[in-house]
């Protein structure tokens, strides 16, 4: 009964019960499939970027050595400034600063004490040219030395000696002012240096992501172990140069106060800087000492001085394998693996595209795009480009065992030294 009568109500008030209100239904568009860049697209935008890269790293080439050097002294000082945060648990930005504020401590007063030094080295040598030149003077003008199978006219030796002072005591009195902006320029370019540098060390964590976050994610794999593989080059040159041109320093500057040639504090950091420049570097610190020991001779040996140059060209000899064969190798690594006359067709370009700069960068540059070149040349080939060890179109299994081998005798050598060094 109470159920019919129930119905009966829903029946007799469903006419004033208010109907709910529905949204009208919308039929929304079909989302399209943004549509793809085509390969004649794709080719031209890329061409068009390159070129105007290009013209832009023309224009402002400037900014490109202190960027360069920025990132090198990030690179290095990267490893101090963790070593710093661990100790002090300090973060990361304040470790930076205290490590650029160390630098500047170190760099500022050091500067200071060895301008001096360095304007005195200069106007040294610039009084043994005089010297050298009023003795060409005391001999005849027909008289001809012979140097190596060469003859030279000792008149003509003397013009060009003469003309070459005048031509720079002309020029620093007639451009002081240029020289004046030129150090300006340096000094402000010193500065800029060391603020990217210190930009480049705090946020080096940002760089690195920001590098990967540009790889797509299919090859970020590949890019990891590129970067790998280059950060072990520019890691074995960057902190093994400076370690051995340390230790060359310190053994031209012994060889140079034994053998009696003048200054020989200046010649072994002459020769500690020369380190930076691969295969060349030792051959002008060769011919520099040769031709001071035949100008000025010994200061206590006494020796003629052609055969005290004769004695410095043997000892120069002897240094010179030492240090390729046992320094260099042993210190540095051989990372690099690149063939003497590489280096040096490399050094040549560097010079002409970067100055001294690409001198002293050529050969980790030249090994990192080797590697760069061999993945492209694999890929381009359908090849396996890891391990990088072999010539890519050799069988994986091969390459994987010569990895294996070489870092068994770095072991091996590794553990050699530690013994040694327990042993001393």
């Known amino acids: 009964m109470e159920q019919e009568l129930t119905r009966l109500w829903n029946r007799l008030s469903a006419p004033f019960r208010r109907k709910r209100y529905r949204e009208p239904e919308i039929a929304l568009p079909e989302e399209k499939p943004r549509p793809r860049w085509s390969s004649t697209t794709k080719v031209v935008v890329g061409v068009i970027a390159f070129v105007l890269l290009a013209v832009a790293f023309y224009i402002f080439r400037i900014v490109f050595v202190p960027l360069i050097i920025g990132v090198m002294m990030a690179y290095i000082l990267q490893p101090v400034v963790r070593l710093i945060q661990r100790i002090t648990r300090l973060p990361h930005g304040t470790a930076t600063g205290l490590m650029y504020l160390i630098l500047l401590a170190l760099v500022i007063p ?14 040294f040598l610039q009084g043994e040219l005089v010297d050298f030149a009023r003795y060409l003077n005391t001999l005849g003008e027909d008289t001809v030395i012979v140097l190596l199978g060469f003859e030279f006219g000792v008149q003509e030796l003397v013009l060009q000696i003469t003309s070459a002072l005048t031509d720079f005591a002309s020029s620093v009195a007639t451009e002081s ?3 004046v902006l030129d150090a ?5 370019l010193v500065v800029f240096t060391f603020v990217i540098g210190f930009y ?21 794999s590949d890019a990891e172990a590129l970067m790998t593989e280059i950060n072990g080059i520019w890691s ?21 106060a034994i053998l009696g040639l003048p ?17 060349i570097g030792n051959m002008i610190w060769g011919l520099t000492a040769v031709i001071v020991a035949l100008v000025a001779g010994s200061t206590h040996l006494p020796l003629p001085n052609a055969l ?23 210190i540095i690594g051989r990372q690099l693996r690149l063939h003497p006359v590489v280096v040096i067709l490399g050094v040549i370009v560097g010079a002409s595209v970067a100055g001294v700069l690409g001198v002293a960068l050529a050969a980790p540059t030249i090994a990192s795009l080797r590697i760069i070149m061999r993945y492209v040349y694999a890929n381009l080939f359908d090849l396996d480009p890891f391990p990088m060890v072999g010539a890519p179109s050799s069988p994986r299994q091969e390459r994987e065992a010569e990895v294996i081998r070489l870092t068994a005798a770095a072991s091996d050598g590794a553990s050699a030294q530690r013994e040694e060094k327990a042993v001393t």
């Open 110 to 123: 050091i500067g200071a004490l060895l301008m001096p030094v360095v304007i005195d080295q200069v106007v």
């Open 177 to 179: 002012v240029a020289v």
């Open 184 to 188: 300006a320029r340096i000094l402000l």
């Open 200 to 220: 480049l060390t705090r946020d080096s964590d940002k760089v690195v992501d920001w590098v990967y976050g540009l790889t797509p994610p299919a090859y970020r």
């Open 236 to 256: 074995a040159f960057f902190r093994g140069q400076i370690f051995l041109s340390l230790i060359v320093a310190v053994i031209l500057t012994l060889l140079s």
């Open 263 to 279: 200054r020989p504090l200046l010649f072994g950091v002459w020769g500690g800087l020369l380190e930076f420049l691969p295969s």
């Open 308 to 330: 005290f140059a004769l004695v410095v060209f043997l000892v120069y000899v002897v240094f010179a394998q030492l240090d390729m064969n046992v320094l260099i190798p042993n």
